[in-house]
């Protein structure tokens, strides 16, 4: 197993920090016991023992912060990591063939050759306008900063790429560009381009968020469907200084997903009530008066005359 600086020196912190835990508590028990020991030369050692107890966490806890903000910027100052330069492609030129001319009257119409095999110049990488205008940092980042070739891998084991490769069969997985680094400032901003077939397809830029040295890495995870075959490249910035740029290829195509269909929801059919026939109103006859009959007066008895008694 490897051991960097960066590693050791935390492994130190960690081991720092115990060391103080673990002092502060004996130093408070052996106080706490020797005040309890009714003979005094006993209870002074005792007490004795537990400040020295505390004394030693005390220069532990402040040894750990000095291992933890000083000791590594130190180290790199001495033993700057190695960073191998990246490899300018030379033009390289293609002896054309030339054509022994035949004893012939007719003349032969020689082809010129519509793409050439002769390396053309690669532009210098630049960083978008759009992608610098996202820049949060306010620290002027180090000219002299150097990164080491790109190597690409779908993991890392204590900084360092396992079973690094140029080509990768589709399906791609999570794929990390790792790389070590010297002299960045902590706070300076640096950026990281995507590139398949000269298209920007993802970038990250943020403020350094490392140490002054050491081994980093930019990573993407797009969902499967978006490695599609082709180039890549990967750019590394550090504000708008170009630094490093390495490429890989991804042949095959990707695995595309499957639709997931969404239910919908069907219409229930209502019940349609049909029209009853109402019934028609006749026509109801208006009623007539009919006269009641009035009594008729009975003629009154007339009285005749009684006879007149004679005498």
């Known amino acids: 197993m490897k051991l960097d600086v960066h590693a050791a020196v935390q492994t130190a912190f960690v081991l720092a920090l115990i060391g103080f835990v673990l002092g502060i508590w004996l130093g408070v028990r052996a106080i706490r016991e020797g005040r309890r020991i009714p003979f005094f030369r006993l209870r002074r050692q005792r007490v004795l023992g537990g400040w020295r107890s505390i004394s030693f966490s005390i220069f532990l806890g402040v040894f750990a912060i000095v291992l933890q903000r000083y000791t590594e910027p130190a180290v790199y100052r001495f033993f700057p990591p190695t960073a191998m330069p990246s490899r300018t492609p030379t033009i390289t030129l293609t002896p054309t063939i030339t054509l022994t001319p035949t004893i012939t009257l007719t003349p032969t119409i020689t082809h010129t050759p519509a793409i050439s095999d002769t390396p053309t110049l690669t532009p210098t990488p630049f960083l978008p306008p759009a992608i610098e205008a996202r820049f949060q940092s306010t620290v002027t980042p180090n000219p002299d900063a150097v990164f080491s070739p790109l190597k690409f ?32 400032l902590p706070g300076a901003q640096w ?97 007539t008066w009919t006269p009641i009959p009035s009594k008729t007066p009975r003629p009154t008895d007339t009285r005749w005359p009684s006879q007149t008694p004679t005498k």
């Open 191 to 287: 950026t990281a381009l995507w590139y398949w077939d000269g298209k920007l397809v993802h970038f990250e830029t943020k403020p350094w968020d490392g140490a002054v040295g050491g081994y980093g890495y930019a990573d993407w995870n797009p969902p499967l469907e978006e490695w599609l075959p082709g180039s890549y490249s990967v750019q590394i910035f550090v504000g708008l200084d170009w630094k490093v740029v390495g490429g890989f290829v991804v042949q095959g195509e990707p695995p595309t997903s499957t639709p997931t269909l969404t239910p919908s929801l069907s219409p229930t059919p209502t019940l349609t009530r049909t029209p009853s026939l109402t019934p028609t109103s006749s026509r109801t006859p208006t009623p």
């Open 153 to 184: 891998a779908y993991r890392i084991q204590d900084g360092q790429a396992l079973n690094p490769a140029t080509v990768f069969q589709n399906p791609v997985r999570h794929l990390y560009a790792v790389f070590s680094y010297d002299k960045m």
